[in-house]
């Protein structure tokens, strides 16, 4: 059964999709100037931060938070790609020139609106593909929280 931090590693995952989405669409906009574009895709990884640091607001310390002491001075490590049954919450999908990516519901049901359909995607910090294991993600480094 899915828990409740779960369906949070569920909607941030749907959101970075969608803001990778129109990442993609902001650096494809060949009208824009380069100055603007990368205001824009500035932004962009700003949102997607800031939404990551939204799901893990409201979480209590827990099993899915472990502490690090390693030379550093404490750190919390979340890993965002993965429910709490150790099913991945994402799956990038490569191709030639770029990624898409599927979001999977952490009770196994697909979404309503969600057609599964597959769009291009640029992450808006470094134009690669999202990570799946721990570790800084490519959504941007937060500094103490794993964003993956």
Request: net charge negative; charged share 25%.
């Amino acid at each position: 059964m899915a828990t409740t931090e779960d369906y949070g590693k569920y909607f941030c995952a749907l959101g970075s999709r969608s803001i990778r989405r129109v990442a993609a669409k902001v650096n494809a906009a060949s009208e824009l100037d380069v100055e603007v574009r990368t205001a824009m895709l500035k932004e962009l990884s700003q949102a997607v931060q800031w939404q990551q640091m939204a799901t893990l607001a409201c979480w209590r310390l827990s099993d899915h938070l472990t502490y690090e002491k390693d030379g550093e001075e404490g750190t919390f490590t979340v890993d965002l790609a993965t429910y709490s049954d150790g099913q991945p919450a994402f799956t990038p999908v490569d191709w030639m020139d770029g990624y898409a990516t599927i979001v999977h519901h952490p009770d196994g049901l697909q979404p309503e609106g969600d057609t599964g359909e597959l769009a291009e995607e640029r992450c808006p910090c470094c134009g690669e593909m999202p990570s799946t294991g721990s570790g800084v993600g490519d959504d941007g480094d937060l500094g103490t929280p794993n964003m993956n």
